[in-house]
């Protein structure tokens, strides 16, 4: 009685949504453990925590933001190619607030002589991130309008601003990589608090998705828009509605990563910040197991899929391959991955646990 | 006939099939011989498809055999399924709409001239093809897309005739949107393909039907074989009684419940339309129906019966007249605004536009209801199960549990989850458009007293059916539509030619 018990939660276990990803990320960290030596050891330093473990999750740190805004994009049946470029555009934005003599602002010669200051920014800290975060969320907007209401396919619409978005990234600050020297704003991607700050930022965003999405009607609709927008919309679900909230939603999130990213270079680079991360970030959520064409999504699983991202290059690194050959490997392990989750292979699968499951 | 072995195309033997918590066939037989047209009949979920998956390659029957003109085989995939002469054209049409009715027909053998297709041979290689198969005369380089669904079927027989030269030929509810001219069109394909030899395997709802077309008739009911019965010599009630597995007494009750309930009908119009319409869609007509009663709408196939209720629930804008709910003024268009008002409209095409697949029966349930409360109003999964719930006891749902994604239920249960979708709104107006199409016989007398049963509790039911006989079964009042236009209003006890001439009036 109770082995059927068991074997009947082990069968749950497996057909959930966020089995596969778990997987997925245990099989590389078994790797890991085999072959790295120490890879689990962590550090304390300064009350600190560090290691390669904590390395990890903080280097996925910005693919984990965008994957909870690109989870919910993918959900509604649509895509979002932008979010690099937006990220640019937020930093760009971060750092010319903080130091605008690039653009013309003169300062006062009293203030000048501060500009190299880490305790100099010439926009307060807290404006500077809002208004970040609020042109990030009109970009979001942006895209949402054309998807939603211009009705154009989500990945030409959002292709558009991916190629504008580095442009104005770079309007933005006259064509300079502008320096970052202000301190406080490093510790979004650099501070510590036992664990690295940046986690903290990810958790909150992920609690904060999850309740709105979970507690409320949006994650329903958005699933249901997602899987079939017409039964949707003669249902009564403002089915536009829910998309531009998808789009402008993720927007936010890229600027989010933009602060992230950018105060862990300390510069607003509009060419490199966030380049192909869209990529890593369409692949979490593929690997979190939602699927392209929409419908049904689990933002907790997207999160493992983005560390299963950063866990393969962190490995790769420590295995010392060259960063040449990096992508290629890398490319290698994520078609292993996504080879789980064919449907050959989870008919092998099924058939494997459920013969070990069975009472004997 | 004689029972002669050479005559045999299929047999199969002893096929059975489970799914995990089902037996969908259990040890049933079928053959089709050469030159028929063998009916196979069932309500939803009694393993017809099933059955026919298995013989396409589908699907791998867990037990049985398979012989092929005498030889045993293995069907290992629908395409091998093909190269053995099995063609099969579904009720869903599964060509490419984006592409030319010529392309359509022709692809993957388009005549070349010099390694480039040759468009004008390839179009005029189609034309006479439609001409010759079917006795059709459309202009083949035209998408397909924009020609009727009807149309479009009948693009999809001439590609499995033709092309792929089949020798057993299957229909699954070819008719079922087809106007009756074009049904006759089919028939004398189906006629003239027989007398060359072709089997037929026809799945059909329609029981007059079977009776005009078929010799045999094969029952299958709960994966299991009921009966194989000559055409000719089983009476209709006989089989009717055999699909469904009770007798069909109670259909007649529901003239004298309608007729009761007469009484019960309110002086004033719940849903009153003046001169209402939209240029290009449907003339302006005026319409109203009363608190506990039933408004047919009946007309042909593109006489306007469903842009009518698009109209009424607000997928589209009217361009001209007004329409009153409860008295009032409607001024916004939208289907949100019609759930405010008590406007509920189940829609014709149930895939397309009624269930959402992948969620639950528990979430397709409440979606309408949550959607009109908003966002934020968020109804918690505990009354979200008590709502499933209850109307999953109302309506008799066939699901395993609250859980399990609509789209692993029968299509009459997935008719009945949207059928609750509505009721869960506590709608005033319901306007029901072909709630019985591709339904069994079983759940469609259930869903017509429930139309019933829901006027008697007072509320306004629009019944929408291109089943005639349906549409005055149920209805109190009936209104003709031909040509997107009202042609005529009627009440229930007209008699049925009246009605027919007025749907046929503009029709030569």
Redesign the interface.
């Known amino acids: 009685m109770k082995k059927k018990s068991m074997s009947e939660t082990f069968r749950r276990l497996t057909e959930s949504r966020i089995f596969l990803p778990i997987l997925a990320l245990l099989i590389i960290l078994l790797f890991d453990a085999i072959f790295i030596p120490e890879f689990f050891k962590i550090q304390v330093r300064g009350g600190d925590l560090y290691g390669r473990v904590i390395d990890i999750m903080r280097n996925a740190s910005t693919v984990m933001v965008l994957a909870i805004g690109m989870t919910l994009v993918i959900a509604t049946g649509g895509i979002d190619l932008s979010v690099g470029a937006v990220m640019a555009i937020a930093s760009s934005v971060a750092a010319i607030m903080m130091n605008p003599t690039i653009i013309g602002v003169e300062l006062p010669p009293n203030l000048l002589a501060f500009i190299n200051d880490p305790n100099f920014t010439y926009s307060p800290l807290w404006e500077v991130i809002l208004v970040t975060l609020a042109v990030s969320i009109v970009c979001g907007l942006w895209n949402g309008l054309l998807v939603a209401y211009m009705d154009i396919q989500a990945m030409v619409a959002t292709l558009i601003l991916m190629i504008a978005g580095r442009g104005i990234a770079q309007l933005i600050t006259n064509g300079v990589r502008i320096q970052i020297f202000y301190e406080p704003y490093s510790f979004i991607g650099q501070g510590w608090i036992l664990l690295p700050f940046s986690l903290y930022i990810v958790a909150i965003l992920f609690l904060i998705t999850w309740l709105i999405t979970r507690?409320?009607?949006?994650g329903?609709?958005i699933?249901?828009v997602g899987?079939?927008p017409?039964?949707?919309?003669?249902?009564?679900?403002?089915e536009k509605r829910i998309k531009l909230l998808a789009y402008t939603f993720c927007g936010f999130c890229a600027g989010l990563a933009g602060l992230i990213a950018s105060s862990n270079i300390k510069t607003s680079d509009a060419f490199n910040i966030g380049k192909t991360i869209e990529l890593d970030a369409i692949l979490a959520v593929v690997i979190g197991g939602t699927s392209m064409s929409g419908?049904?999504f689990s933002l907790p699983a997207s999160l493992i899929g983005a560390l299963v991202i950063q866990a393969i290059t962190t490995t790769m690194y420590a295995l010392g391959v060259p960063a040449f050959a990096l992508q290629a490997i890398k490319g290698l392990v994520v078609v292993f991955v996504i080879l789980l989750y064919s449907e050959p292979v989870r008919v092998l699968l099924n058939k494997v646990t459920s013969e070990k499951g069975r009472p004997l | 006939m004689n029972m002669n072995k050479e005559d045999l195309l299929v047999e199969m033997k002893g096929i059975s099939k489970s799914f995990p918590g089902v037996q969908a066939l259990e040890n049933v037989d079928f053959d089709l011989r050469t030159g028929e047209v063998h009916a196979l009949l069932g309500g939803n979920g009694a393993g017809k498809s099933t059955l026919i998956k298995v013989l396409t390659g589908v699907l791998k029957p867990d037990k049985g055999k398979i012989f092929l003109y005498g030889e045993e085989v293995t069907i290992r995939s629908p395409q091998h399924a093909q190269e053995l002469g099995i063609s099969t054209v579904y009720q869903e049409i599964n060509l490419c709409p984006n592409l030319s009715v010529a392309e359509n027909i022709l692809i993957g053998r388009e005549p070349m001239k010099r390694g480039v297709i040759d468009w004008k041979a390839m179009n005029a290689q189609a034309d006479e093809i439609l001409r010759r198969v079917l006795g059709m005369d459309i202009d083949v380089t035209r998408l397909l897309g924009s020609y009727s669904v009807a149309i479009q079927q009948m693009v999809a027989i001439a590609r499995a005739l033709e092309i792929e030269s089949a020798k057993v030929l299957i229909l699954d509810e070819p008719t079922s949107s087809l106007t009756a001219n074009e049904t006759q069109q089919l028939f004398s394909v189906m006629r003239k393909l027989r007398s060359e030899g072709v089997g037929i395997i026809f799945i059909t709802h329609f029981i007059d039907q079977v009776y005009e077309i078929s010799d045999r008739i094969t029952v299958i009911r709960n994966g299991k074989l009921i009966s194989c019965d000559q055409t000719a010599s089983l009476p209709k009630m006989e089989l009717i009684v055999k699909m469904i597995g009770r007798s069909i007494n109670e259909l007649d009750d529901m003239e004298n419940i309608k007729r009761k309930m007469a009484d019960n009908i309110s002086e004033t119009s719940v849903l009153e339309a003046e001169n209402l319409g939209k240029y290009e869609w449907i003339q302006p007509m005026d319409l109203d129906v009363r608190n506990g009663e039933v408004l047919g709408l009946a007309g042909l196939v593109g006489s306007g019966r469903t842009e009518t209720a698009l109209l009424l629930?607000g997928?589209d804008d009217p361009d001209s007249g007004t329409l009153k709910i409860d008295g009032k003024n409607v001024r916004k268009f939208s289907?949100?605004n019609?759930?405010h008002l008590g406007v509920a409209?189940s829609?014709e095409d149930r895939k397309?536009?009624?269930?959402?697949?992948?969620?639950t029966v528990r979430?397709n349930i409440i979606?309408?209801l949550?959607?009109?409360?908003?966002?934020?109003k968020?109804?918690n999964v505990q009354q979200q199960k008590k709502i499933a719930d209850e109307f999953i006891r109302l309506l008799d749902i066939t699901t395993p549990s609250v859980d399990q994604p609509v789209k692993n239920l029968s299509g009459g249960n997935q008719q009945k989850v949207i059928l609750a979708?509505w009721l869960a709104i506590h709608p005033k107006v319901l306007i029901l458009d072909e709630p019985t199409r591709g339904i069994d016989v079983g759940t469609k007398a259930e869903i017509q007293k429930l139309v019933l049963s829901l006027a008697e509790e007072g509320k306004a039911v629009i019944f929408i059916s291109s089943e005639l006989e349906e549409v005055m079964r149920c209805s109190h009042r009936v209104v003709v539509l031909s040509d997107r236009e009202k042609v005529g209003e009627f009440s229930g006890d007209t008699e049925e030619h009246v009605l027919i001439e007025k749907m046929a009036g503009s029709v030569t």
Do not use: C, W
Not at chain 1, 215 to 218: D, E, P, V
Not at chain 2, 352 to 359: R, S, T
Not at chain 2, 370 to 376: F, I, P, T, V, W
């Open positions: 507690k409320t009607a949006i329903m609709f699933e249901s899987i079939n017409k039964a949707s919309h003669y249902s009564g679900i403002k419908g049904r | 629930f997928i289907p949100t019609s759930i409209l829609p397309d536009a009624g269930i959402v697949d992948d969620l979430e979606l309408a949550q959607s009109g409360q908003g966002l934020l968020y109804i979708r």
